[in-house]
């Protein structure tokens, strides 16, 4: 064990979840502003039929970094409790599977969106006008998706060992490499949807190539043999069981994304297909300073968990509830008193930006409840706890959200669709809220800390 993984047992809860939070928020924010860059530059260039089809094209983008996530956010809550119990033979044999899984599920990928495409963009309500700029951009994420897959899983591995700094800056020079090409390929090149997508990749390519260099040249844990590439069944399986809850949360965007973009096409029309592409963005930005603090938290909470230091759990699981909430609460001011500067971001046209304001001050009313469900889903990944996890993660997009979506529709129209994001929200806050309470390892850290602050008070 390394001295930064020693840290995660032993340092200051505040000072720790601090220095593993802030390169996290980093590195987030990098690897949402791929999606983000392409998204305003094409929107700039092409107009807001091109943003119409960044909306189909998202939650396809999507599916591919989930299928990532869930191998990294699995392999890595088993890599943090294996160290924390100092059981290395399993962590590396979990590194090596990780490897593995990432890089047959990239080629299935591959395999099927090159047959399914256009079902595909059939399926996510894509009209006649948008399925040419969303086909141009997929056609070459999806042929090349291997570095989305491995960027999205590695990262997540190399926070595990206690080093978020190097996770989040290599995503950060790979996306410098899109910010650079991104309008080289637009606006000079003038290449379309697909010079966005090719700039995509490149910068993604980059950031795999200094991981590789990394693991290989420097002390990191994840440098392992051959042999552990070699597919184990048991540990497979408890990676894709964690990962599972990560997986969900992130595609039931996509399938919420073929309920949603079906409703539009019936009740909005192609000008709210583009206030419903900027959307995602916006709501995926605000949101990634509180999952930036759940991603400083799940190494924390593993290895803790892992040692069985529940007090250090509780700790860590209250500092970052607290935190998240007041930086929801920011989120939620910045999209009611400036959304009409955040949707000229996205495309000058003056009819996308009216129709936009209220769509935006509406759907982000409630951002603070949101921020309960994702560290509720972070805390039972650190724990190992599947089926709960999967619940939160179920719980705002499939269970509630659609069903809503589709009931408010029917009688507001376009409007309807975006006040069943907020009511929603508040639903599955209530879900996830009532879960932690019953949570007995929250309840003994909670017993833990209150002793220990009994103890030091007669001192």
């Not at 809550?77 to 890089?103: C, M, Q």
């Not at 003038?190 to 090719?198: C, D, I, L, S």
């Not at 190494?299 to 250090?312: D, E, Q, T, Y």
Request: aromatic content about 10%; charged content about 15%.
């Amino acid at each position: 064990m390394n001295e930064r993984t020693k840290a995660l047992g032993t340092e200051s809860i505040g000072k720790l979840l601090y220095k593993m939070a802030l390169p996290s928020f980093f590195g987030l924010i990098v690897g949402a502003l791929y999606s983000l860059i392409d998204t305003i530059f094409i929107g700039q260039a092409l107009g807001p039929l091109a943003l119409g089809g960044m909306a189909i094209a998202f939650p396809v983008m999507t599916i591919i970094t989930a299928i990532g996530d869930m191998i990294g956010v699995g392999a890595a809550s088993i890599l943090s409790r294996a160290l924390g119990a100092k059981e290395y033979e399993k962590a590396k044999h979990v590194i090596g599977n990780a490897f593995t899984a990432t890089i047959f599920s990239s080629f299935a990928i591959t395999v099927l969106g090159i047959l399914l495409m256009q079902p595909l963009l059939n399926l996510f309500g894509a009209s006649e006008s948008i399925i040419p700029f969303a086909k141009s951009y997929l056609e070459v994420i999806i042929l090349f998706n291997v570095g989305i897959g491995f960027v999205s899983s590695i990262n997540n591995l190399v926070a595990a060992e206690g080093n978020p700094k190097v996770a989040n800056g290599v995503v950060v020079i790979g996306m410098l490499v899109n910010l650079a090409l991104d309008p080289l390929f637009l606006f000079v090149f003038k290449t379309g949807m697909e010079g966005a997508a090719y700039a995509t990749i490149i910068g993604y390519a980059v950031a795999g190539i200094i991981f590789i260099v990394y693991i290989l040249k420097g002390d990191s844990i994840l440098r392992v043999g051959f042999k552990y590439l070699r597919i184990n069944g048991r540990i497979l399986i408890e990676i894709f069981k964690i990962g599972t809850s990560s997986f969900i949360r992130q595609i039931s965007s996509s399938v919420v994304a073929i309920v949603i973009n079906n409703l539009i096409k019936r009740y909005g029309g192609d000008m709210a297909f583009a206030v419903y592409g900027a959307l995602n963005q916006i709501m995926m930005i605000l949101f990634l300073p509180s999952m930036s603090i759940v991603e400083g938290m799940l190494p924390i909470v593993g290895f803790n968990f892992g040692a069985r230091k529940l007090g250090r759990v509780y700790k860590t699981v209250k500092l970052s509830m607290i935190s998240t909430l007041l930086i929801g609460l920011v989120g939620y001011a910045v999209g009611l008193l400036f959304p009409d500067f955040i949707l000229s971001l996205f495309s000058s046209d003056p009819e996308f930006i009216e129709s936009g304001i209220l769509a935006v001050r509406i759907a982000l009313c409630a951002i603070p409840t949101v921020i309960v469900q994702i560290v509720g889903a972070g805390i039972y990944q650190s724990f190992g706890k599947a089926k709960e996890a999967i619940l939160i993660s179920l719980s705002n997009d499939i269970l509630f959200l659609i069903p809503v979506s589709i009931l408010l529709s029917q009688f507001w129209g376009v409007i309807g669709i975006w006040i069943a994001f907020p009511v929603t929200d508040v639903m599955s806050c209530f879900l996830t809220t009532w879960l932690l309470r019953r949570e007995e390892h929250l309840k003994k850290g909670r017993m833990i800390v209150k002793k220990e602050l009994a103890g030091s008070e007669m001192n």
